[in-house]
T-cell receptor, first 114, second 114 residues
Framework: QQQVKQSPQSLIVQKGGISIINCAYE??????FPWYQQFPGKGPALLIA?????SEKKEGRFTISFNKSAKQFSLHIMDSQPGDSATYFC?????????????FGQGTELSVKP | ETGVTQTPRHLVMGMTNKKSLKCEQH?????MYWYKQSAKKPLELMFV???????ENNSVPSRFSPECPNSSHLFLHLHTLQPEDSALYLC?????????????FGPGTRLTVT
């Protein structure tokens, strides 16, 4: 119940296309859902995050869509660029029950072709 | 960069060696974390320290021994490791563990156990 399942494992998108990465969770106590971006040789960095009181959050070309009833959330990257090529991790935590403990998905390697 | 530094960046050690990983954060945070990152697997939380006190030990084998002398420094002491311990070890910090605080990651130490 603590797992966060992420798909696909890898994704190839043409420049200008839309990249979509999906995550699903079981624990209904989760109430914070961040996405982290990791470039080779670097540690993960927070990209965007959402709380379950909203169904969508947009920051520039990056959008999180959240479906509370389905216990799913996804990252959409609009107008994907080669510089977006990285590994993306979704995560979830239960602020009240677990403090800052994040449960991460398996990661998605995104490659954006020029 | 992220304000979290890790040394060494690469480490090769034999199964009978003893070595230590070092992490330092320059962000004024009070919580620090050790994660293990293996290929195609989610980031695995190993240890959490909040205000120098260990608050989480995620069933980590005793051959990994953390030390947090102050809120800015975190060590991971390694001894008699196994080849399956080869991975990227990431350190992270956050304001504390009580809320929705972004975790800032260091670049990691790539550990190879021979």
């Amino acid at each position: 119940q603590q797992q966060v399942k992420q798909s696909p494992q890898s994704l190839i998108v043409q420049k200008g296309g839309i990249s979509i990465i999906n995550c699903a969770y079981e624990n209904t106590a989760f109430d914070y859902f961040p996405w982290y971006q990791q470039f080779p040789g670097k540690g993960p960095a927070l990209l965007i995050a959402i709380r379950p009181d909203v169904s969508e959050k947009k920051e520039g070309r990056f959008t999180i869509s959240f479906n509370k009833s389905a216990k799913q959330f996804s990252l959409h990257i609009m107008d994907s660029q080669p510089g977006d090529s990285a590994t993306y991790f979704c995560a979830a935590s239960s602020i009240n029950n677990q403090g800052g403990k994040l449960i991460f998905g398996q990661g998605t390697e995104l490659s954006v072709k020029p | 960069e992220t304000g979290v530094t890790q040394t060494p960046r690469h480490l090769v050690m034999g199964m009978t060696n003893k070595k230590s990983l070092k992490c330092e954060q320059h962000l004024g945070h009070n919580a620090m974390y050790w994660y293990k990152q293996s290929a195609k697997k989610p980031l695995e939380l190993m240890f959490v320290y909040n205000f120098k006190e260990q608050t989480e030990n995620n069933s980590v084998p005793s051959r990994f021994s953390p030390e947090c002398p102050n809120s800015s420094h975190l060590f991971l002491h390694l001894h008699t490791l196994q080849p399956e311990d080869s991975a990227l070890y990431l350190c992270a910090s956050s304001q504390d563990t009580s809320g929705i605080y972004e975790q800032y990651f260091g670049p990691g130490t790539r550990l190879t156990v021979t």
